[in-house]
């Protein structure tokens, strides 16, 4: 959103000291727009609403593979362009970008399939990208859970009361916390405990609801309680959405009342349910 509130962050000599070389950055963009009589701030706001417009036809399922490429592409840009503007959030959306830029994104609930520019019957394309970013996933909060549990912050619950109590991320009166240590220890186990078990029970189906129910919570409570509404509710929704479906092609549920080269199973497979089914 700073293309739109703070376009001066994308300007001047500091921002371009933190910019990576050999990279497209806002600047370059209003450099070459600028041939063309179009201002700085007016090409930070053309690039602005190109992104959001490529999100919005990814969310319509319209055009899904080039406004996908549209809206990697022009994160990356913006990204590149203030290095110090950028943060989980950020990092997380340009992954899961790239990923379904690579996947056959648009090939359910689109009007790409309405419209009939795209199949939609299932492919092993669409399995194997789910089950990539389900282990990048699984890796990131192993990761992430390692290095908290590293250090002692975690286990004693200091860094769950510095993060609850620093005045930048500070939403509410938590002060009375102090009275009752053991509640921010608790709260850093359960943090340890979900994050390090992430990539072992969130595969099982008895612990896979708890899971997804737990990272939603946790994630909405750092929105809730840091403010940080934008990284929480991304990451609140990327474990339901990787793992709240399944990556079998849907046409296992309803296999049995389709016609055989309409089905998943082979001929072989249908002839043994056939066999079972006369038993």
């Not at 912050?153 to 991320?169: D, K, M, S, V």
Request: hydrophobic letters at 50%; aromatic letters at 16%; a neutral charge.
């Amino acid at each position: 959103m700073s293309c739109f509130l703070a376009p001066a962050t994308f300007r001047g000599a500091l921002s371009q000291s933190f910019q990576v070389p050999g990279t497209p950055t806002v600047l370059m963009f209003a450099s070459w727009l600028s041939h063309l009589s179009v201002s700085e701030d007016l090409a930070i706001y053309m690039l602005g609403c190109a992104y959001v417009l490529s999100l919005l036809f990814v969310a319509l399922g319209l055009f899904t593979r080039t406004s996908l490429v549209m809206a990697w592409f022009l994160h990356w840009t913006f990204m590149n362009s203030n290095d110090t503007t950028n943060y989980g959030a950020d990092l997380f959306a340009q992954v899961f970008l790239f990923y379904l830029m690579l996947s056959p994104a648009g090939s359910a609930w689109s009007f790409d399939v309405h419209l009939g520019r795209i199949d939609s019957k299932p492919t092993s394309a669409a399995r194997l990208c789910l089950r990539l970013m389900q282990f990048h996933l699984c890796i990131m909060y192993l990761a992430s859970g390692i290095e908290k549990a590293s250090g002692i912050q975690w286990w004693n619950g200091e860094l769950l009361w510095r993060a609850l109590n620093t005045p930048i991320y500070k939403q509410y009166d938590m002060s009375w916390m102090i009275d009752y240590p053991y509640l921010t220890q608790l709260g850093g186990w359960a943090t340890l405990f979900f994050e390090l078990g992430y990539i072992v029970f969130i595969w099982p189906r008895s612990t896979r609801r708890w899971w997804i129910m737990a990272m939603v919570g946790l994630h909405l409570g750092i929105a809730v309680f840091m403010g940080l509404g934008v990284f929480g509710v991304l990451m609140a929704m990327l474990t339901p959405a990787l793992f709240a479906v399944s990556a079998e092609p849907q046409a296992i549920a309803i296999g049995a009342h389709l016609p055989n080269r309409f089905s998943w199973r082979d001929d072989a497979t249908s002839a043994a349910l056939g066999s079972e089914q006369a038993t």
